[in-house]
């Protein structure tokens, strides 16, 4: 609860912060420009992400296997999509590196490493097993 504060919290604050410093530097106008065209390009390419995602899944699903990683990419897009129509720098950062294909895989891979750790098998095991076989009676054919 109190890291959820600081972000709703924080984010805003630093975002305005980093707008006045290059709004210094560049000039109010172009500053509003700038974050105009972030999120503009942003969406645009988002909007080219997910139907490539759309694509990739459908495709999985053809060949009979679970479309995992299209759907958790398309959510990492669709999060992007909404950090670049937040206006601002910081988010339009975040917003980008979810976008791009490699850092995306990095990202995600990052998230869930320590979650999903595949056990090896032994090869060696041997599982006995005994087969049962039902006889029907003749009367119920």
């Given amino acids: 609860m109190n890291s959820l504060l600081l972000i709703?919290?924080?984010?805003?604050?630093?975002?305005?912060?980093?707008m006045i410093k290059i709004g210094q530097q560049i000039g109010a106008i172009n500053t509003v420009l700038l974050i105009f065209l972030?999120?503009?390009?942003?969406?645009?390419?988002?909007?080219?992400?997910?139907?490539?995602?759309i694509r990739s899944g459908v495709i999985n699903l053809y060949q009979n296997k679970a479309?995992?990683?299209?759907?958790?990419?398309?959510?990492?897009?669709?999060?992007?999509?909404?950090f670049l129509i937040i206006p601002g720098f910081i988010t339009d950062t975040i917003g980008f590196l979810l976008l791009l294909p490699f850092t995306r895989k990095i990202i995600i891979g990052f998230l869930f490493k320590k979650k999903y750790v595949?056990?090896?098998?032994?090869?060696?095991?041997?599982?006995?097993?005994?087969?049962?076989?039902?006889?029907?009676?003749?009367?119920?054919?």
């Fill in 8 to 18: 709703v919290i924080g984010v805003p604050i630093l975002e305005i912060l980093v």
């Fill in 67 to 82: 479309p995992v990683n299209e759907m958790i990419s398309g959510a990492s897009i669709a999060l992007a999509a909404v």
């Fill in 38 to 53: 972030t999120a503009i390009v942003g969406v645009y390419y988002a909007r080219i992400e997910g139907l490539n995602t």
């Fill in 118 to 141: 595949k056990q090896k098998k032994d090869e060696n095991e041997v599982i006995d097993a005994e087969i049962i076989e039902e006889e029907k009676d003749k009367n119920e054919l």
